[in-house]
């Protein structure tokens, strides 16, 4: 967490001028998010200066339906400050990787490889799953670069570099190769280098299994608390499809795990254009539909905020995720009239976001709560928390959302 708050103050960032998946020049933005804060910074003590908001800007690119954001902030501000965590020991993540297992064994059946190769391999979770698939298994991320990783399996080996680093050539060139990656896409600046890279070193056999976060999803849960700086593409699945015809590849199967960042799942191979998936399926979505959209979930936001207001009992949070600055940008609550926001990591008890003025607690620090209000902060696992929070029997619990 020692990153040095003064780089903070003058974030460095670029412009992105064209859009990503057909290159054509990027339409003014369709909503505007000046100030967005910075989201996943935790630091020991709470902040006296404003700092760590940029603005944003949401485009969607009507030739081939992509979203993106145009601000792009330097990776390194953005990663190297995070604070870090790692799939097990996030039970949404552990979720959405098992959800991503059954949708690959789905589409693999029993078929074996030679090699499966994990783009984005985080700590091994989901190669583990899969590590009978195969004769060897690679996880490639750069996380894992300074780590003594513990690998499960003698088939299992990793890589600790950046994608762009790495010669392929000697990784899918021979036998049955599955390539897989689980929310990496949206992070990568030019994710249509990274997958004609992939296509120009596969053959006709070689699978591709992917998932990342979709804005069909997106905008059909009302999330736009979704949007923040670290994911910088927003698939739909028609956008998708385009861009991989365009590179001569082809979707051979999809499907939408609404409850894990709306994610789109979807297998791939080298192929004759068929652009077939995105013109039949149901939900195509255009600038007018999310416009409209996001003045629903900012009205939302505004009576939810005039509800905490208007609170006469100490509030407290429920879940320490670590997008909150984005939820309280949109409530335009800072949260300083909380007493805390309360989580069950222990790791996390004492820190403070960033830009927001208030402490994490652990949970199991207050006894009583049945005077107080709580509000669900973590909303990306409402489902799963709200059955908790009842049990602590607080006099009122609070949703920022109206649907779960
Ligand atoms: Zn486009």
Redesign the pocket.
């Known amino acids: 967490m020692d990153f040095g708050i003064n780089e903070l103050k003058a974030i460095p960032y670029g412009k992105r001028l064209k859009?990503?998946?057909?290159?054509?020049d990027l339409k003014p933005p369709i909503i505007e998010l000046p100030d967005l804060p910075l989201t996943e910074i935790l630091v020991n003590e709470k902040q006296e200066t404003n700092i760590g908001f940029i603005d944003q800007n949401f485009h969607l690119?009507?030739?081939?339906?992509?979203g993106q954001l145009s601000t792009i902030i330097d990776p390194e501000i953005l990663y190297e400050s995070s604070y870090s965590f790692r799939t097990s020991g996030s039970a949404s993540s552990v979720s959405g990787n098992d959800f991503f297992h059954e949708f690959i064994k789905q589409v693999i059946k029993n078929r074996q490889f030679k090699t499966i190769i994990e783009i984005g391999c985080n700590d091994l979770y989901l190669l583990n799953k899969l590590k009978d698939d195969a004769e060897r298994l690679i996880g490639i991320d750069p996380i894992l670069r300074k780590s003594d990783e513990i690998l499960p399996d003698s088939r299992i080996s990793i890589i600790g570099d950046f994608f762009d680093n790495i010669d392929l050539g000697d990784l899918a060139g021979s036998g049955d190769v599955l390539v897989i990656s689980s929310h990496n896409l949206e992070h990568i600046e030019e994710p249509r280098s990274m997958i004609r890279k992939l296509l120009e070193y596969s053959s006709q056999d070689t699978l591709f299994i992917f998932q990342f976060p979709c804005i069909e999803t997106l905008v059909e849960e009302n999330r736009f608390d979704q949007i923040f700086h670290h994911h910088i593409h927003y698939f739909s699945l028609q956008?998708f499809e385009?861009l991989l015809n365009n590179l001569n590849a082809k979707i051979i199967d999809f499907t939408t795990n609404q409850s894990h960042w709306g994610s789109l799942l979807v297998a791939f191979k080298k192929g004759n254009n068929k652009g077939t998936f995105a013109s039949s399926y149901f939900n195509l979505i255009n600038s007018e539909k999310i416009i409209e959209d996001y003045k629903i979930y900012r009205k939302r936001m505004f009576l939810t905020n005039e509800y905490l207001k208007a609170s006469k009992f100490p509030l407290y949070g429920y879940g320490a995720i670590l997008t909150l600055p984005i939820l309280a940008y949109h409530l335009q609550n800072d949260f300083s009239a909380f007493e805390a926001v309360l989580d069950d990591d222990k790791n996390k008890e004492g820190l403070f976001y960033l830009n927001l003025p208030v402490p994490i607690m652990n949970t199991s620090k207050i006894n009583d709560f049945r005077g107080g209000s709580i509000l669900l902060t973590a909303i990306n696992h409402l489902r799963k928390i709200l059955p908790k929070v009842i049990k602590l029997n607080p006099k009122q619990i609070i949703l920022p959302v109206n649907s779960i």
């Open positions: 859009c990503a998946v057909c290159e054509e690119c009507e030739n081939c339906g992509h956008s385009y």
